[in-house]
C-alpha cells in the first residue's frame, strides 16, 4: 500500500511502522480505496468524501464532451497508427517512435488534465472507451477516405507483425469485406493445446540452431485440456480502451499514456473493463518486453500498471474465473523461459534428456522475467487464487515443469589442471531467478497451506513434485553414484518437496510418512543435497581454486541471509528427512564418503588417500563433522516455533558482530513473501529484539568517525544462547565464526566465568518433533561409534591431519548422543552383519552409552611394510613416518564402511547377490588403488585396549598436561549426580568438555560410573615421549622459532607503543605539565638564553638562527566565525516555512561594517582606518599543531612532496603539505624569532620608573623609525609568510580604505589579524578567562612568534609623531592648534575609537622584544579612555533627570584626587562636559526607543562599566599571557573584572577587595583627569554640533558579543524535507535537483546547479566564500547528509539526523522518520567554531567549484 505525502499527512499514523520514498516514475495513491485500506485509516479529505452523498451532474453539462471525446481519440489512434513503422530487423526504431510520441504530448497530457477533472468526467472518459458501438462506428465507416484506409491497413500490418498468430496458418486474418470494414484479430494465448510450444515462436524468432532446438522441445509435456482453447479464441479489438492499450504497448509503454490509464482506475466500472483488457493483451505484453532495448524501463512501467490491478483480491478472483488469468501467466512464462534452453551436462552428458535455462541470456541476466513473476506472486497472495492454483492438477503439472527447467542450472565442473580463463559471472543471474521464479511463488503458496483443511493441497504439490523429481532422475540418467567434480547449488524441485514437508508436518497434522516415498527414491533425493555440503566444504577448503573467485561467490550467496531460507535451509531438512527414514549406518558412510576422508578414519598411523591431497584432508575432515552436528543440532524445521526461529536467528547474527537495527532487519532471513507472518518491523521483531540485546547509542570518536546506534548481546544470552551451530550455519565469511568466538571470549573473562580460551559452548536443543525422531538413530550407530572411536585414538597419539576443532566436533557429537540416547536396554542384543564380521570385533551393540565403555583389544588393519605397526612397536608410540602420506594403506575397517553402505544400497534396491557383487567390487578395486604406488600390504595387528571412556580419560590427560589430573566428582559430592545442570561446567575449554561428558555418561548408567571410577584407580602410565624424526624436528624448530619472532614482536611493538604514547601527549593535549613538552614554544625556563627548538624532518635541535631560521608549522585560513556572533543567547532557527526569515543585520560583522562606514562618512580616512579593527569577516586565522622545522628543511620536503606520484588530499602547488610528524594539515610555516623566548630578567624589578618617565620612553621607542632588517634568510622568510597570510583571504576581507592600495590599508590589515586570533583564542576558552591557564588553546598557539612578524612589518609604517593617538591619550593640547584643521575633514574624535585596536596598535609599533614596564603603561592609561567611553556611553543611555541629578551629586564631589577615583565624580564631569554640544539635545520620538527604561541604581551602574571594560580586559590578559609568558588565574564569573585587573597591573598591589569592588579604583590618569576629559569631549562636541544623531550612534559601542552558533534545527527531518524539496531557488526560480541549506546563515542554494554558475564558479562555493570566508557547512535535503566546504576542497561530512534507532539515511534510502542528534550536532558546531575540519575528517576530494 503507498500514500502520497499529502494523504500521508494528513492521515494519522502513530506506532505505524512505515517507509517514505520519492517515486522515480509515479504511481497511484491508495488513500480511499476501501479495497486496500481501513476507512479509518484514510485521510481527512478523503474520509469526508466516502460518507457525504454527492449530487447528480447535470445531463447537459456533459453533452459536449460526450460528443467530442470518442472523435479526439479516435484522431490520437490513428496518429498512433500513422506513426507506427516495424522496426527494421536490426536498426532500433526508439527515435521515430520518440518524435511520434513528442508530437502527441500536448493530446495525452489534455487527457490526462480531463482525468484530474473529477468524477463525472472520468465516468465519460469510461463510456467512451468501453462502448463497442462507438468504436465500430467510427473505425468501419472509412468510406472513401484514403487517409483513413491508409491508417487502417497499417494497423492490421502491426497486428501481423506482433506475431499474434500461428506464422503457419495463414488463413486465420484474412482481411474482411472493406464494406464491413471491422477486422478480427487471432491474439494467441501460448498454451499450445495441441502440441509443442515450438510453434509459439513468431516467425520473426527462428532458432538458429534448429536441429537442436527439436531436442530441446521434445520433453516439454503442456496440459492440454479443454479450457486452454478459451485462450486462443479469435479476439477482435472491440473498444478505444483495447486498441489504446494495443498501441501503450506497441509504443513500450510511454510515461505519459501509462500515467492516463493509472488515472482513469479510480472508476470502478474503467477499472474492471481495463484489467480485463490488460489480461487479454498480457501475452502480448511480455513478447514486446522480451524485445524491447529499454526493458528496465519498460518493467518499472508494466509493473506500475498492474500491481494497482492485481493487488485488488476481488478483481484478481474475477479475471482468473473470466479471464483464465492464471492459465496465461504460467503459459506465457514458460513460453518465456523456452527461448533460453540448453540441454543439462549433468550426471551423462552424452545421454542427458534434462533441459536446464541458460543463465547467460539476456532474459536472466538482465531480469527481464520479473515483471512476470512479479504479478504472478501478486495474484498468489490472494487465498482464493491461490486455492484455484493448488487445486488445478493441470496448472500443477506445468508449473513443475517450469521449476523443472531451473533444476540443475549453472552446473559448476572443477577444474583440476589449469586455472578457468574466462570466470563467468552468471551465478548471481541463477541464483535470482531460482529465488524470484521458483522460491517466491513457493512461499506464496505455501502461506495458504496453514491449517488442517489444506492437506489436499499439499499432498497435491508433493505428489506431482515427486513426479517431477522422477522425471528428472530418468532424465539424467541417475542410478546411485553423483559424477564427480560437478556441483549445482540449484534444486529447487527438492525444495519445494523440502518445504511442503515441513509445512504438512508443522501446521496441517499430516503424517510424514504418508507423504514420503520408498527408500530407494529417498536414496536418490538425499544425493544431490549432499553433494552440495561436501562441495561447500571443498570450496572452503581450497580444492576449487582453480575456479577462480566467483565459486566462492556461489558458496556464500547460497547461505547469505536473503537465500539461505530458501536454499541451504531446505536442503538440510530434506537431509534430516532422508536420514531419519533411512539406515544410519548407509547414511553415515554416505557422508564420509561424500567428503572423501574415509581413508583418513584409520587407526593405522599412515594412510593413502587416493582421492584428497593430504592438505586438504583436515579442512574435509572438519567440514563432514561439522555438517554432522548441524545435520543433527538443527532444529529449524523440526519443531521450533517461529518466534524461537526469530530468536536463534537475531541472537546468532548479534553474536558474530554488533549489528545497527537496519542490517539485523537485512540479516535476518524472512519468508520472502510479504504476507506470511513474520514481517520485518513486526511485533514479534522488537520484542524479540529488546529481550536478546541492548542499545548502544551513537558514540563520537574524537577521532571524527561517527558511530552509527548498534545493539550488542545482553549477558545472558552469551552465558545461554550463544549457539556456534546456529553462528557457522548462518555465516557468509569464515572469519565471522571467529569474531563470535572472540566476542565470547571477551566475554567470559570479563565476567569472570573462564579465563582462558573457551571452546564453542554446548547448547541444549529444543525437543525434536515426534516425525522426526528416526533422526536420533544416527547417533547410536555402530559406524558413527566406530569413527569416533578412531578419530579420539588418532587424537590422543598425535596423528597427522587432526586439529582441536575435530577434536571439539568429535566431542560434540558424543555429547549428542548421550543428551539424546534411549532409556538404557538391559543387554542390546549383538546385531551380527552378515559375512563383514568387522564389526563384532568393534561394538556389541547401537546404544552409544553401553558402548562407552565397550574396550576394544585388537584392531587389524592393513599397512606397507614400511610402517612402523609391522615392527610390532607399541601402539601409543607409533610415529607417523614422513613418508607415510605416500603409501597406501587401506584398512579392513575402513573397509567395511565403504562396503557396508553398498551392501545397504543393493539390499534395499533388492538384486540379487551376486549381481550386487559384480557391480560393487570393480567400483570399488579401481576407486581404492590409486596405480602407480603399490607397495607390498601387510596386514598387522594393533593393540588398542582402549574403550571411548578410556580414551577420554587420558585424553583429559593430555590436555591438562597432568598425570591422573581426572578426578571423579561425585566421589566428593554425591549431589552433582542428582543435580547435573552446573554452571561450572556449561564454558569452558576441552578439559571442561571431557569433564562434562564423562559426568554425563556415569549418570546415564551405573556401569558406567562404575568404570571411569576404576579406570581412574589405574595410576595410568605416563605417556611415553615421542619418537621424534627429523620431519617433526623441523616442525618443532619451526614453531620455536615462530615463538621467539612472536615475542620479539611483542616486545616492538609495546616499545613503539610507548613511544607513540609520549608523542600523542606532546602533540595531542592529553593533560601533561606544561614544562614536559619538549617542543614547547612559549614555556622555557627563565636562565635559558636561547630558545632550542627540534626540527621534525632532521632531527637535529638548536636555536633559530638569522642564517639558519627554523619556523612554527601551521594552517593559515580565513575565518568568518567571528563575523556570527550575535548580541543575543538563542541561536536563530532555520527557517521551514515561509514567513520565517533570516536577517543578518544583528550580526557582529554587519554591525561593524556599519560603523566603518559611519565612520568614514564624516572622518579622515587614514584615521578611520586607526580607530577600528576588521577582521571579524574573512579574518586570518593562525592555528599550529606545536611541531617546528628548519625552513631549508621544509623547502626540501615540499619539492620531495612535489615530485610524489600519489594522489595526495591536498595541493603542494598551493603550499599546502601535512606535518612530517604528525600528519595535521598545514600550508605555512612561520619563523621562530632568534633570541630569548622571554625576556624574564626585565619584569622582575616591577615599577621603579614612574608613570610619566614610562609614557615619555614609549613615545620615544615608537618615534624610532623600523628600519627593515637586512637581507637575511630569516627577513626573507618573514616577507613571504605575509605575504601568505595576505593571500589567505580574499581582497575585499583586506581592502576597506576609500584610496586603493593605501598603506594605511596594510596597516589595518596586520594589526586586525592579530585581534582576530586573540578573539577566536577567547572564543575557544568559552568566551571568559574564567577557567585560567589550564585551557588547551594556549598550548601549540603560535601568537608570540606571529607577533613578533607583524610587529616588524607594522614598523616599517611609522605614524607621523602629530597623529599619534598616544599623543593625545597623554598630553594636553594647547587650544589653538583646532582652528587649522576646519577645511579638510577632521580626525575621529579619540572617543570614538575602538580602544582594542589602539592597544595593538600602540603594542606592535614598539620595539620587540617588549619590556613588560611598558606593556603595563600603555595598558593604564588606555584603561583611562576605555572608562571614559563606558561614562559617556552611560550618559548617553539614561535620561534626562537621571543625568542632571548625577550632574550634581558628582559636583559637590570636587576634590580632585577624590574624584578621580570615583565614578560619580567624572561621570558628573562628563555629563557636564558633554552637555556643552549638541548631543543630548533633539530628544524627540524616536530617542525614547534608545533610552532604556529601567531605574539606574549604583548596583547596575557598576555592573554596567564592568561589562563595558570586561572585552578589552580579557584581549589584555590573554596577550600579555602570550607575550610574557604569565599564567591566567581561575575565578568565579562574578569576580573575573578585579582578577583581571589586578593580574594587568591596574589595581594597586595593597588594593584591598573586602567592600564590594569599584572599577573606578583601577583608574591611573596619567595627566589630570578632568584637563584630559574636557580635551576629548570637546572633540564630540565640534562633530555633534552637526551632527547629533550619528556622534550618539557613534558613542554607545555594542561590546558584548555572546558565543557564535550554527542555526537551530527542527526536531524531525521530515519538516526540513518538506518545505526545502519543492521549495524554489531565489536566482533561477526552478525547483533545484540537488538544494542544500547553509547551516551558519540559512541561504538556500542548488548544490551543482549550472543554473546559478557566476563565472565558473557553482552556488555552493559562491556561497561558500560569500558567507564563510572560504568554509561552509550545508545539508543537503535530498540525502540529509552534511556536506563540508573547505577552500578548493570538500568532505561528506555525515548526518546530524537519525532514526529511532540511532543510524543515518544517507540518501533517504530507507526513508525512516530521522530526528536531530544534538550531541552530533554540538560536534559539527564545535569543529566549525576551533577550525577543525581540516584535522578531524579525513576524506576530503577537490571540487573543482563544481558544487
Not at 329 to 346: A, P
Request: aromatic share 8%; with cysteine.
Amino acid at each position: 500500500m503507498s500514500l502520497c505525502a499529502e494523504c500521508f499527512h494528513q492521515g494519522d499514523h502513530t506506532g505505524h511502522d512505515f517507509n517514505m520514498f520519492r517515486s522515480q516514475a509515479g504511481g497511484a495513491c491508495d488513500c480511499g480505496d476501501s479495497n486496500v485500506m481501513r476507512e479509518s485509516g484514510f485521510c481527512r479529505r478523503h474520509q469526508i468524501k466516502s460518507s457525504s452523498n454527492i449530487p447528480c451532474v447535470p445531463k447537459d453539462l456533459l453533452m459536449m464532451s460526450e460528443f467530442v471525446l470518442p472523435r479526439f481519440i479516435l484522431c490520437l489512434i490513428q496518429y498512433l497508427r500513422e506513426g507506427y513503422n516495424e522496426p527494421a530487423a536490426d536498426v532500433p526504431s526508439e527515435k521515430d517512435l520518440n518524435k511520434v510520441l513528442q508530437l502527441l504530448e500536448p493530446q495525452i497530457s489534455f487527457l490526462e488534465d480531463l482525468t484530474k477533472m473529477g468524477g463525472a468526467m472520468r465516468s465519460v472518459l469510461t463510456q467512451v472507451l468501453t462502448n463497442q458501438q462507438n468504436y465500430k462506428d467510427l473505425t468501419s465507416d472509412l468510406g472513401e477516405n484514403a487517409c483513413a484506409k491508409k491508417s487502417h491497413e497499417k494497423y492490421l500490418i502491426a497486428l501481423k507483425s506482433s506475431g499474434l498468430t500461428y506464422p503457419e496458418d495463414k488463413l486465420v486474418y484474412g482481411i474482411q469485406e472493406p464494406s464491413a470494414g471491422t477486422s478480427t484479430l487471432a491474439v494467441q494465448g501460448f498454451a499450445g493445446a495441441t502440441g509443442t510450444l515450438g510453434q509459439l515462436d513468431s516467425s520473426d524468432e527462428e532458432d538458429q540452431d534448429g536441429s537442436q532446438g527439436l531436442g530441446k522441445r521434445k520433453r516439454v509435456k503442456l496440459s492440454s485440456s479443454a479450457k486452454d482453447q478459451s485462450i486462443m479464441d479469435v479476439l477482435k479489438h472491440k473498444s478505444f480502451l483495447e486498441e489504446l492499450l494495443f498501441w501503450t504497448i506497441k509504443y513500450e509503454f510511454p510515461q505519459k499514456m501509462v500515467t492516463f490509464l493509472l488515472n482513469m482506475l479510480p472508476d470502478q466500472e474503467y477499472k474492471v473493463a481495463f484489467t480485463k483488457t490488460f489480461v487479454q493483451h498480457y501475452a502480448f505484453i511480455m513478447k514486446t518486453l522480451k524485445k524491447s532495448h529499454e526493458s528496465d524501463t519498460m518493467s518499472n512501467r508494466i509493473v506500475h500498471i498492474s500491481v494497482q490491478l492485481f493487488s485488488n483480491e476481488e478483481l484478481a478472483r474475477q479475471v482468473t474465473e473470466e479471464c483464465q488469468l492464471l492459465d496465461i501467466m504460467v503459459t506465457v512464462l514458460l513460453y518465456m523461459m523456452e527461448s533460453c534452453l540448453i540441454k543439462s551436462e549433468l550426471q551423462d552428458e552424452e545421454n542427458s534428456l534434462h533441459v536446464v535455462v541458460n543463465c547467460g541470456e539476456a532474459l536472466l541476466k538482465n531480469n527481464t522475467y520479473w515483471p512476470l513473476v512479479s504479478d504472478f506472486i501478486n495474484i498468489l497472495s490472494h487465498q482464493s487464487v491461490a486455492k484455484k492454483f493448488l487445486e488445478d492438477h493441470g496448472l500443477l503439472v506445468t508449473w513443475m515443469n517450469f521449476v523443472s527447467f531451473f533444476q540443475g542450472m549453472n552446473l559448476n565442473k572443477r577444474e583440476l589442471n589449469e586455472h578457468v580463463e574466462f570466470e563467468s559471472q552468471t551465478y548471481y543471474a541463477a541464483f535470482a531467478a531460482e529465488l524470484e521464479a521458483c522460491a517466491q511463488p513457493m512461499w506464496g503458496l505455501l502461506s495458504h497451506c496453514k491449517v488442517r483443511e489444506t492437506q489436499e493441497y499439499t499432498r497435491n504439490v508433493v505428489r506431482y513434485c515427486l513426479e517431477a523429481l522422477q522425471d528428472w532422475f530418468d532424465a539424467i540418467n541417475f542410478v546411485d553414484e553423483p559424477a564427480p567434480n560437478q556441483v549445482t547449488f540449484h534444486l529447487p524441485l527438492h525444495r519445494y518437496y523440502a518445504m511442503f514437508l515441513s509445512k504438512a508436518v508443522k501446521c496441517q497434522e499430516l503424517d510424514l510418512d504418508s507423504i514420503l516415498p520408498d527408500q530407494e527414491m529417498l536414496m536418490k533425493l538425499m544425493i544431490h543435497p549432499l553433494q552440495i555440503q561436501a562441495s561447500l566444504a571443498e570450496i572452503h577448503s581450497n580444492m576449487w581454486v582453480r575456479n577462480g573467485l566467483q565459486i566462492k561467490g556461489q558458496a556464500m550467496t547460497y547461505v547469505q541471509s536473503h537465500f539461505c531460507n530458501s536454499m541451504i535451509d531446505p536442503d538440510i531438512y530434506l537431509l534430516q528427512v532422508c536420514a531419519s527414514r533411512l539406515d544410519p549406518d548407509y547414511f553415515i558412510s554416505s557422508v564420509f564418503e561424500r567428503f572423501k576422508v574415509v581413508d583418513l578414519l584409520t587407526m593405522a598411523s599412515q594412510h593413502q588417500n587416493t582421492v584428497l591431497d593430504a592438505e586438504h584432508e583436515r579442512s574435509m575432515l572438519e567440514g563432514a563433522l561439522t555438517f554432522l552436528v548441524i545435520l543433527l543440532s538443527l532444529r529449524l524445521h523440526l519443531g521450533m516455533s517461529d518466534d524461537e526461529i526469530l530468536r536463534a536467528e537475531m541472537v546468532a547474527q548479534l553474536c558474530m558482530n554488533d549489528r545497527t537495527h537496519s542490517s539485523l532487519l537485512d540479516l535476518i532471513p524472512e519468508n520472502p513473501n510479504p504476507k506470511s507472518g513474520i514481517i520485518p518491523g513486526s511485533y514479534s521483531f522488537e520484542s524479540v529484539l529488546s529481550a536478546v540485546a541492548d542499545f548502544k547509542a551513537p558514540v563520537f570518536e574524537p577521532g571524527g568517525s561517527m558511530q552509527q546506534g548498534m545493539y550488542t548481546p545482553k549477558a545472558e544470552v552469551w552465558d545461554q544462547e550463544f549457539d556456534p551451530v546456529m553462528v557457522i550455519l548462518r555465516t557468509v565469511y569464515r572469519r565471522d565464526v571467529q569474531s563470535a568466538m572472540d566476542r565470547y571470549t571477551a566475554f567470559l573473562k570479563q565476567s569472570g566465568k573462564f579465563p582462558g580460551n573457551p571452546w564453542p559452548p554446548y547448547k541444549k536443543r529444543t525437543a525434536l518433533h515426534s516425525s522426526y525422531k528416526g533422526l536420533m538413530r544416527l547417533l547410536h550407530c555402530k559406524t558413527l561409534h566406530i569413527v569416533l572411536f578412531t578419530l579420539l585414538y588418532k587424537i590422543l597419539n598425535d596423528h597427522q591431519n587432526l586439529s582441536e576443532h575435530v577434536l571439539c566436533m568429535v566431542l560434540y557429537l558424543i555429547e549428542l548422543g548421550l543428551e539424546n540416547s534411549a532409556d538404557e536396554e538391559s543387554d542390546e542384543e549383538t546385531s551380527v552383519c552378515g559375512p563383514e564380521r568387522c564389526h563384532d570385533s568393534w561394538f556389541p551393540g547401537s546404544n552409544l552409552v553401553s558402548n562407552m565403555r565397550h574396550f576394544i583389544n585388537y584392531v587389524r588393519v592393513r599397512v606397507p611394510e614400511t610402517a612402523p605397526e609391522v615392527k610390532r612397536d607399541s601402539p601409543a608410540s607409533t610415529s607417523s613416518d614422513s613418508l607415510g602420506s605416500l603409501q597406501n594403506s587401506g584398512t579392513a575397517q575402513v573397509f567395511s564402511l565403504v562396503a557396508e553402505r553398498r551392501k545397504k544400497f543393493q539390499e534395499i534396491i533388492n538384486r540379487s547377490s551376486n549381481e550386487a557383487n559384480q557391480v560393487v567390487r570393480p567400483k570399488t578395486s579401481n576407486k581404492w588403488s590409486a596405480p602407480g604406488s603399490v607397495p607390498q600390504l601387510t596386514t598387522a595387528i594393533l593393540e588398542i585396549k582402549e574403550s571411548i571412556l578410556s580414551l577420554l580419560i587420558k585424553l583429559h590427560h593430555k590436555l591438562s598436561g597432568k598425570q591422573n589430573s581426572y578426578y571423579p566428582p561425585w566421589l566428593d559430592d554425591i549431589e552433582i549426580l542428582i543435580q547435573p545442570e552446573i554452571p561450572k561446567y556449561s564454558h569452558g575449554d576441552g578439559i571442561t568438555a571431557v569433564e562434562r561428558i564423562l559426568l554425563k555418561a556415569a549418570l546415564q548408567s551405573r556401569m558406567n560410573k562404575r568404570i571411569i571410577e576404576e579406570i581412574c584407580r589405574k595410576v595410568t602410565p605416563p605417556v611415553p615421549p615421542k619418537k621424534v624424526t627429523t620431519a617433526e624436528k623441523k616442525t618443532l624448530d619451526k614453531e620455536e622459532r615462530r615463538q621467539k619472532a612472536r615475542e620479539r614482536q611483542q616486545k616492538l611493538l609495546a616499545e613503539f607503543a610507548s613511544r607513540q604514547k609520549s608523542f600523542m601527549e606532546t602533540a595531542m593535549d592529553v593533560d601533561s605539565p606544561e614544562n614536559d613538552i619538549p617542543m614547547e614554544i612559549t614555556t622555557a625556563e627563565p636562565q635559558l638564553s636561547e630558545a632550542v627548538y627540534d626540527c621534525v624532518i632532521c632531527g637535529q635541535s638548536g636555536p633559530s638562527s638569522e642564517d639558519r631560521p627554523t619556523g612554527l608549522v601551521v594552517l593559515l585560513q580565513a575565518s568568518s566565525v567571528l563575523g556570527q556572533c550575535r548580541d543575543n543567547l538563542e541561536p536563530k532557527k532555520l527557517p521551514i516555512t515561509e514567513e520565517e526569515q533570516i536577517y543578518p543585520w544583528d550580526t557582529c560583522a554587519a554591525v561593524h561594517d556599519v560603523r566603518l562606514s559611519l565612520l568614514q562618512r564624516y572622518f579622515k580616512d587614514s584615521s578611520c582606518l586607526l580607530a577600528v579593527s576588521i577582521g571579524w569577516e574573512g579574518g586570518v586565522y593562525v592555528q599550529t599543531c606545536g611541531h617546528t622545522l628548519h625552513i631549508d628543511c621544509h623547502k626540501s620536503y615540499m619539492e620531495s612532496l612535489r615530485n610524489d606520484q600519489v594522489l595526495q588530499g591536498f595541493s603542494v602547488d598551493k603550499g599546502e603539505f601535512t606535518c612530517p610528524l604528525c600528519r595535521q594539515f598545514a600550508n605555512s610555516v612561520l619563523p621562530c624569532y632568534p633570541g630569548s623566548n622571554m625576556e624574564n630578567n626585565l619584569w622582575q624589578r616591577h615599577s621603579n620608573k614612574s608613570i610619566p618617565d614610562l609614557i615619555k620612553e614609549v613615545e620615544e621607542l615608537q618615534g624610532r623609525p623600523g628600519a627593515f632588517p637586512s637581507e637575511t634568510n630569516l627577513s626573507k622568510e618573514m616577507e613571504s609568510v605575509m605575504k601568505d597570510i595576505k593571500n589567505t583571504t580574499q581582497k575585499k576581507y583586506r581592502d576597506y580604505s576609500k584610496t586603493p592600495g593605501s598603506p594605511d590599508n596594510d596597516f589595518l590589515f596586520m594589526y586586525s589579524v592579530a585581534r582576530t586570533n586573540l578573539e577566536l583564542e577567547l572564543i575557544h576558552r568559552g568566551g571568559n578567562l574564567c577557567s585560567g591557564g589550564a585551557s588547551t588553546a594556549g598550548k601549540r598557539s603560535c601568537l608570540n612568534q606571529l607577533f613578533h612578524v607583524l610587529a616588524l612589518h607594522m614598523r616599517l609604517y611609522s605614524i607621523d609623531s602629530e597623529f599619534n593617538p598616544w599623543r593625545k591619550l597623554t598630553q594636553l593640547e594647547e587650544m589653538n592648534s583646532q582652528l587649522g584643521n576646519e577645511e579638510q575633514q577632521p580626525e575621529v574624535p579619540i572617543l570614538y575609537h575602538d580602544v582594542t585596536s589602539l592597544l595593538l596598535i600602540q603594542i606592535l609599533m614598539m620595539p620587540q622584544p617588549l619590556h613588560k614596564d611598558h606593556f603595563t603603561c600603555i595598558v593604564k592609561v588606555l584603561f583611562t579612555l576605555l572608562y571614559t567611553q563606558a561614562l559617556a556611553a552611560l550618559s548617553v543611555k539614561c535620561n534626562e533627570e537621571d543625568r542632571s541629578a548625577w550632574k550634581h551629586t558628582g559636583a559637590l564631589k570636587k576634590n580632585p584626587c577624590d574624584a578621580e577615583k570615583s565614578y560619580k565624580g567624572l561621570l558628573s564631569f562628563v555629563i557636564s562636559e558633554l552637555s556643552k554640544g549638541k548631543l543630548y539635545h533633539e530628544e524627540g520620538a524616536q530617542e525614547c526607543a534608545m533610552v532604556s527604561p529601567i531605574a539606574w541604581s549604583p548596583e547596575s551602574m557598576e555592573k554596567y562599566l564592568q561589562d563595558f571594560c570586561l572585552p578589552f580586559l580579557r584581549i589584555t590578559s590573554l596577550l600579555q599571557h602570550h607575550l610574557f609568558g604569565e599564567d591566567l588565574p581561575s575565578c568565579q564569573e562574578e569576580e573575573e573584572f578585579s582578577v583581571l585587573s589586578s593580574c594587568l597591573g591596574l589595581l594597586p598591589t595593597f588594593y584591598q577587595t573586602e567592600h564590594p569592588f569599584i572599577s573606578a579604583s583601577c583608574l591611573d590618569w596619567p595627566v589630570p583627569a578632568f584637563d584630559i576629559i574636557a580635551q576629548w569631549c570637546s572633540e564630540i562636541n565640534s562633530f555633534t554640533e552637526r551632527h547629533a544623531e550619528q556622534g550618539k550612534a557613534l558613542l554607545i559601542q555594542e561590546s558584548r558579543w555572546k558565543l557564535p552558533h550554527l542555526l537551530q534545527l527542527p526536531e524531525n527531518y521530515n519538516t526540513i524535507f518538506q518545505y526545502y524539496h519543492r521549495k524554489t531557488c531565489s536566482v533561477c526560480t526552478k525547483v533545484p535537483k540537488d538544494p542544500a541549506v547553509c547551516l551558519v546563515c540559512g541561504t538556500f542554494v542548488c548544490l551543482k546547479g549550472l543554473c546559478c554558475k557566476q563565472q565558473s564558479y557553482c552556488e555552493c562555493v559562491l556561497h561558500s566564500q560569500n558567507c564563510g570566508a572560504g568554509t561552509g557547512i550545508f545539508l543537503l535535503i535530498n540525502a540529509s547528509v552534511i556536506i563540508i566546504i573547505r577552500g578548493h576542497r570538500f568532505c561528506l561530512w555525515g548526518s546530524v539526523y537519525l532514526d529511532a534507532h540511532g543510524e543515518e539515511d544517507r540518501d533517504l534510502r530507507r526513508g525512516k522518520p530521522l530526528y536531530i542528534c544534538k550531541e552530533r550536532y554540538k560536534v559539527l558546531e564545535q569543529q566549525w567554531i576551533s577550525h577543525t575540519f581540516d584535522h578531524i575528517n579525513k576524506r576530503w576530494g577537490p571540487h573543482y567549484n563544481g558544487l
